[in-house]
């Protein structure tokens, strides 16, 4: 009776006061950063691993269950930990460079990557943007880790042991550790996957609060065993140069001690990583560094506001939002005189200025970097300087950087990536013209040995317009299709500089697609030199004439004219004819070109979607093209389909590789209920909005907001657009408009 009373009471002073305020976590809290590590080479939810880091940082945090080298640094499968590392690993494909790890241990045994494992369990662990905790069974100490943007700091709560010990491990290839002091180790390793210069190094110092009560020090390359003369400190020296450099050290411990380790690194010198450590941790204590962590994800995740869906809706969105904010990663420090610096990947010199690097354009141009243009524009005018950096390094803008360029993937979409920052004004004024020249010169040339960067094929589509399919080069009708939407891109810079004659000549470029699109089967399709359509040709054949995808997925890569697609294919009608067909043909599929079945196929045939491929970027935007042909509420239906189905917040949560960002910006933007689908534009189009209400702070102090109070699972369609209260005849919203602040209104409606 008494429990009844209360419920009455608290019943009358909601109707008194109306209906009680949504209560929701900070933004950070909705976040697991264990989201996408369910993954193996075979099949892929994410290919990620839980990232400990601030927004951008320089070095992430990670907990190792692989080997040494293996790119499936963690995955949520495995039930052993050998380390902590610090990562600067894009994704498992192009592997880590300037790694190292910390290990607690209990013995003076286990210094090997095998002797210290430890088991664990996920039931005890904690894994956030800004903390990561977990308990190790076998020496009985709980691990806990808190970042910065070039540091961290560890904590390790150990047992009762006169032998506790952290083995410091600077990875095999090329590495040193020392003992600086009876509290400090240094050294540097040079482990990389490429993309490096000849004087690469990643300088660390290690500095832990307890005093060691003995050291050793080995190079277990050379097969050194712990106590062994030559290679234990003090009697050996105080530091170990080899090809697989290792530190432990070791104190006694009452149970329950707690022993914190500071940790920072540099690309530039050891001085740098002492100087990095200092401004970034000095004295601050764990949990204050931690505080700070929180702080700086809130601030971030926080620039945008989602209010009346699922917990398990907001615990998604944020978590892709945090994807969307680790890449492009800085690459600079700051000196002593608190100006910006970098290690060039490029040239291997020091020099002023900003550095990004760590992702792959072919995948974030679609909706990562638009993301970054509304939301987060400052952090992208620095990314932009370190483009010009870049190009002014090495001749050549990135097209894949890790840290320098890589070979992966194919166009030039850098293209894409610098139109759009020049053309919403994020760009620093001094370097619009060198990105200029940039796009320009890299229309015409290859880099002598990153094949990927710059254009394979220019002399062919430069005078042809096309990328033959019989002249050795692969992946022809993507490469085609992606130089005429980055011809299309470097056009609208070109017009907003004045530069009529480039413009008229880059758009007439920008209509190479038509060369590649055969009207017969109304796809894309490879094309010999002599300028006939290749023979036999399947729709279903992955790689080839295409990248990572079939016709199906690339036949809609005409970003920038996508009119001129649906006249090609005789008009809307027969454009959504099309567009029905890639979820209506089975999910069957070609791999002759690979020889044996990719991870992408996989992917594509469990979703049940038909050819629809998610879960890889080339069909991301597709769906949003119903809105070009007059039929938006099948976007809307598709896009909560793919929300619903290939998106969670858990260990398997994505369809595919997560990418850097960009399959994490498609949720964002998607729920937000818009979509980029031709970066260099002014336009987004509409999809279904997944929330009530949604608040997008801008930098420049207005705020979108975004209404949809009638939404549900069953209201999935919007009945009408209201855009600062006038209703809107078009499935799309301006940039412009948004820019000052729009309040959108949606009316959502169910299936009629």
Same mark, same amino acid.
């Given at each position: 009776?008494?429990?009844?009373?209360?419920?009455?009471?608290?019943?009358?002073?909601?109707?008194?006061?109306?209906?009680?305020?949504?209560?929701?976590?900070?933004?950070?809290?909705?976040?697991?950063?264990?989201?996408?590590?369910?993954?193996?080479?075979?099949?892929?939810?994410?290919?990620?691993?839980?990232?400990?880091?601030?927004?951008?940082?320089?070095?992430?945090?990670?907990?190792?269950?692989?080997?040494?080298?293996?790119?499936?640094?963690?995955?949520?499968?495995?039930?052993?930990?050998?380390?902590?590392?610090?990562?600067?690993?894009?994704?498992?494909?192009?592997?880590?460079?300037?790694?190292?790890?910390?290990?607690?241990?209990?013995?003076?045994?286990?210094?090997?990557?095998?002797?210290?494992?430890?088991?664990?369990?996920?039931?005890?662990?904690?894994?956030?943007?800004?903390?990561?905790?977990?308990?190790?069974?076998?020496?009985?100490?709980?691990?806990?880790?808190?970042?910065?943007?070039?540091?961290?700091?560890?904590?390790?709560?150990?047992?009762?042991?006169?032998?506790?010990?952290?083995?410091?491990?600077?990875?095999?290839?090329?590495?040193?550790?020392?003992?600086?002091?009876?509290?400090?180790?240094?050294?540097?390793?040079?482990?990389?996957?490429?993309?490096?210069?000849?004087?690469?190094?990643?300088?660390?110092?290690?500095?832990?609060?307890?005093?060691?009560?003995?050291?050793?020090?080995?190079?277990?390359?050379?097969?050194?065993?712990?106590?062994?003369?030559?290679?234990?400190?003090?009697?050996?020296?105080?530091?170990?140069?080899?090809?697989?450099?290792?530190?432990?050290?070791?104190?006694?411990?009452?149970?329950?001690?707690?022993?914190?380790?500071?940790?920072?690194?540099?690309?530039?010198?050891?001085?740098?990583?002492?100087?990095?450590?200092?401004?970034?941790?000095?004295?601050?204590?764990?949990?204050?560094?931690?505080?700070?962590?929180?702080?700086?994800?809130?601030?971030?995740?926080?620039?945008?506001?989602?209010?009346?869906?699922?917990?398990?809706?907001?615990?998604?969105?944020?978590?892709?939002?945090?994807?969307?904010?680790?890449?492009?990663?800085?690459?600079?420090?700051?000196?002593?005189?608190?100006?910006?610096?970098?290690?060039?990947?490029?040239?291997?010199?020091?020099?002023?200025?900003?550095?990004?690097?760590?992702?792959?354009?072919?995948?974030?141009?679609?909706?990562?970097?638009?993301?970054?243009?509304?939301?987060?524009?400052?952090?992208? +005018?620095?990314?932009?300087?370190?483009?010009?950096?870049?190009?002014?390094?090495?001749?050549?803008?990135?097209?894949?950087?890790?840290?320098?360029?890589?070979?992966?993937?194919?166009?030039?979409?850098?293209?894409?990536?610098?139109?759009?920052?020049?053309?919403?004004?994020?760009?620093?004024?001094?370097?619009?013209?060198?990105?200029?020249?940039?796009?320009?010169?890299?229309?015409?040339?290859?880099?002598?040995?990153?094949?990927?960067?710059?254009?394979?094929?220019?002399?062919?589509?430069?005078?042809?317009?096309?990328?033959?399919?019989?002249?050795?080069?692969?992946?022809?009708?993507?490469?085609?299709?992606?130089?005429?939407?980055?011809?299309?891109?470097?056009?609208?810079?070109?017009?907003?500089?004045?530069?009529?004659?480039?413009?008229?000549?880059?758009?007439?470029?920008?209509?190479?697609?038509?060369?590649?699109?055969?009207?017969?089967?109304?796809?894309?399709?490879?094309?010999?030199?002599?300028?006939?359509?290749?023979?036999?040709?399947?729709?279903?054949?992955?790689?080839?004439?295409?990248?990572?995808?079939?016709?199906?997925?690339?036949?809609?890569?005409?970003?920038?004219?996508?009119?001129?697609?649906?006249?090609?294919?005789?008009?809307?009608?027969?454009?959504?004819?099309?567009?029905?067909?890639?979820?209506?043909?089975?999910?069957?599929?070609?791999?002759?070109?690979?020889?044996?079945?990719?991870?992408?196929?996989?992917?594509?045939?469990?979703?049940?979607?038909?050819?629809?491929?998610?879960?890889?970027?080339?069909?991301?935007?597709?769906?949003?093209?119903?809105?070009?042909?007059?039929?938006?509420?099948?976007?809307?239906?598709?896009?909560?389909?793919?929300?619903?189905?290939?998106?969670? +917040?858990?260990?398997?949560?994505?369809?595919?590789?997560?990418?850097?960002?960009?399959?994490?910006?498609?949720?964002?933007?998607?729920?937000?209920?818009?979509?980029?689908?031709?970066?260099?534009?002014?336009?987004?189009?509409?999809?279904?909005?997944?929330?009530?209400?949604?608040?997008?702070?801008?930098?420049?102090?207005?705020?979108?907001?975004?209404?949809?109070?009638?939404?549900?699972?069953?209201?999935?369609?919007?009945?009408?657009?209201?855009?600062?209260?006038?209703?809107?005849?078009?499935?799309?919203?301006?940039?412009?408009?948004?820019?000052?602040? +729009?309040?959108?209104?949606?009316?959502?409606?169910?299936?009629?």
């Amino acid at each position: 009776m008494k429990r009844f009373a209360i419920l009455a009471l608290a019943a009358l002073v909601s109707a008194c006061c109306g209906k009680a305020t949504e209560s929701q976590l900070r933004p950070s809290e909705y976040v697991t950063t264990l989201v996408g590590t369910q993954s193996d080479y075979s099949f892929s939810t994410g290919n990620t691993y839980p990232a400990v880091a601030l927004p951008w940082g320089m070095n992430f945090w990670t907990p190792q269950t692989g080997k040494m080298g293996d790119g499936w640094a963690y995955t949520y499968g495995a039930h052993t930990i050998c380390g902590f590392k610090q990562t600067h690993q894009p994704s498992p494909w192009i592997n880590d460079y300037g790694q190292f790890s910390l290990m607690p241990v209990r013995g003076r045994d286990k210094i090997d990557e095998e002797s210290r494992r430890s088991w664990f369990s996920h039931q005890s662990e904690e894994a956030r943007p800004y903390y990561y905790k977990v308990y190790l069974a076998d020496p009985d100490v709980r691990v806990e880790i808190t970042p910065t943007e070039r540091a961290a700091v560890l904590r390790f709560t150990f047992p009762e042991s006169a032998e506790s010990g952290v083995v410091i491990d600077a990875f095999d290839r090329g590495s040193c550790v020392e003992i600086v002091d009876e509290n400090t180790v240094a050294g540097y390793t040079t482990r990389n996957s490429g993309g490096v210069p000849e004087n690469f190094r990643n300088w660390f110092v290690v500095r832990f609060d307890k005093p060691f009560d003995g050291v050793q020090l080995a190079d277990l390359a050379a097969k050194c065993r712990a106590g062994e003369p030559g290679v234990q400190y003090p009697e050996a020296g105080k530091q170990v140069t080899g090809d697989h450099a290792v530190a432990a050290v070791y104190f006694a411990t009452h149970r329950g001690e707690q022993v914190t380790a500071r940790v920072a690194s540099s690309f530039i010198s050891a001085e740098q990583a002492l100087r990095n450590l200092e401004s970034e941790v000095g004295d601050a204590d764990f949990e204050t560094v931690k505080a700070r962590a929180q702080e700086r994800w809130d601030e971030v995740l926080g620039r945008i506001e989602v209010e009346g869906g699922t917990e398990e809706q907001y615990r998604t969105f944020y978590s892709c939002l945090y994807r969307s904010t680790l890449f492009p990663r800085k690459f600079y420090e700051i000196d002593a005189e608190g100006e910006p610096v970098h290690y060039s990947p490029y040239n291997g010199e020091v020099l002023p200025g900003y550095m990004y690097t760590d992702t792959g354009f072919w995948d974030t141009f679609r909706c990562l970097f638009p993301l970054l243009n509304l939301v987060y524009p400052s952090e992208n +005018a620095k990314m932009q300087a370190g483009l010009a950096n870049a190009y002014r390094e090495s001749g050549f803008l990135p097209e894949w950087a890790s840290p320098g360029h890589r070979g992966c993937m194919v166009g030039n979409n850098s293209a894409s990536v610098v139109s759009d920052a020049i053309l919403k004004g994020v760009t620093p004024a001094d370097d619009v013209e060198t990105l200029y020249e940039a796009m320009l010169s890299g229309r015409g040339k290859v880099h002598p040995t990153v094949s990927s960067t710059g254009r394979l094929g220019h002399e062919y589509y430069n005078t042809l317009g096309y990328v033959p399919y019989n002249v050795g080069i692969n992946e022809n009708v993507a490469r085609t299709l992606e130089y005429a939407y980055n011809d299309w891109c470097i056009a609208q810079v070109a017009g907003k500089l004045g530069r009529g004659e480039d413009a008229a000549m880059l758009e007439k470029a920008s209509q190479n697609w038509r060369n590649v699109f055969d009207s017969e089967t109304k796809l894309m399709r490879g094309r010999n030199r002599e300028g006939d359509f290749q023979t036999p040709f399947s729709s279903y054949k992955w790689g080839d004439a295409f990248t990572e995808g079939n016709a199906w997925h690339y036949t809609w890569s005409v970003f920038h004219d996508v009119e001129g697609l649906a006249d090609a294919m005789g008009g809307k009608t027969g454009f959504v004819e099309m567009l029905d067909s890639v979820f209506v043909v089975p999910p069957i599929y070609d791999d002759s070109y690979y020889g044996a079945r990719i991870h992408e196929i996989t992917e594509m045939q469990v979703a049940e979607m038909g050819n629809y491929a998610h879960g890889n970027q080339p069909a991301q935007h597709m769906i949003y093209l119903y809105d070009y042909a007059g039929q938006p509420r099948k976007a809307q239906w598709w896009v909560r389909e793919v929300m619903d189905r290939l998106y969670s +917040a858990k260990p398997d949560g994505y369809c595919g590789d997560e990418d850097n960002g960009q399959t994490s910006a498609w949720y964002v933007f998607s729920a937000l209920g818009f979509y980029p689908v031709c970066p260099g534009a002014d336009e987004y189009a509409v999809g279904s909005p997944l929330f009530r209400k949604a608040a997008i702070h801008l930098e420049n102090g207005n705020t979108i907001e975004i209404d949809a109070p009638e939404n549900s699972s069953e209201n999935r369609y919007v009945g009408k657009m209201a855009i600062d209260g006038k209703v809107s005849e078009r499935p799309f919203l301006s940039y412009s408009t948004l820019l000052e602040g +729009a309040k959108v209104r949606f009316e959502m409606e169910s299936e009629k």
